[in-house]
């Protein structure tokens, strides 16, 4: 964090953006969309497992000191990922396009996402793996990084992106409760965890951008308050 704090004044233009995004004053907003995403994601795997009457129950994992070390610093990590790679990265890309020959605004927008999420899949290459594992991997944290790219740029929120990645991260690792069937295993597996959470969470982004939309709308003076 520090190390994106100190490269961050390099650029002014970039070091702006990315405490407007991640200023404090955004993180009560970022923490309720958060945890509504967790609990509605409960929330419908619970209605979804009724209505089908699968029998599974939901198995909460002791809580130890471990576990509380993990959860704080999956925290600590998506957020210094998040204010690099969401915050520095895109945005700075983003300012830069123009000089490299792309102008538009959505492909300056595109060639951001696209960029910041490859060099985010770079990072989480695991090279050791065999080849078929390691490109499975790398497709998708380039799929994560281009989603959480998404959600930066709509809400405007760098607290809300590092909140959904440090769930997915801990949803990953087994470390959250999940439903399990009666021999324990669990039902169903992570990754329907994971894409049900982005599905809220893109859900949230687009109606709280929407939200402040009408707000700047009505605090924009008219012609009638000028004159």
Not at 57 to 79: S, T
Not at 110 to 115: V, Y
Not at 147 to 158: D, H, Q
Request: proline share 5%.
């Amino acid at each position: 964090l520090a190390l994106c704090a100190l490269v961050g004044w390099f650029s002014a233009p970039t070091a702006a953006t990315v405490w407007r995004w991640a200023r404090p004053s955004r993180w009560p907003r970022a923490a309720i969309m958060t945890a509504a995403v967790v609990v509605a994601t409960y929330a419908v795997l619970a209605v979804l497992v009724r209505a089908l009457g699968g029998g599974l129950r939901l198995e909460v994992p002791p809580i130890r000191g471990l576990l509380l070390w993990i959860v704080a610093g999956q925290c600590v990590l998506a957020f210094a990922e998040e204010r690099y790679y969401r915050g520095l990265i895109l945005v700075e890309i983003r300012r830069l396009a123009p000089r490299l020959g792309v102008r538009p605004r959505i492909a300056r927008r595109w060639l951001a996402l696209l960029a910041s999420a490859g060099l985010f899949g770079m990072e989480h290459l695991a090279i050791h793996a065999r080849q078929p594992e390691m490109l499975r991997q790398m497709l998708f944290a380039v799929s994560l990084g281009v989603l959480f790219g998404m959600l930066a740029l709509v809400t405007e929120n760098l607290h809300f992106v590092a909140g959904v990645h440090a769930w997915i991260n801990v949803l990953l690792l087994g470390a959250a409760p999940r439903f399990v069937d009666d021999a324990g295993r669990p039902a169903p597996g992570a990754g329907t965890y994971v894409g049900l959470a982005l599905i809220l969470a893109f859900c949230l982004a687009a109606a709280s951008a929407a939200i402040e939309r009408r707000r700047r709308a009505r605090e924009r003076p008219t012609s009638t308050d000028v004159a």
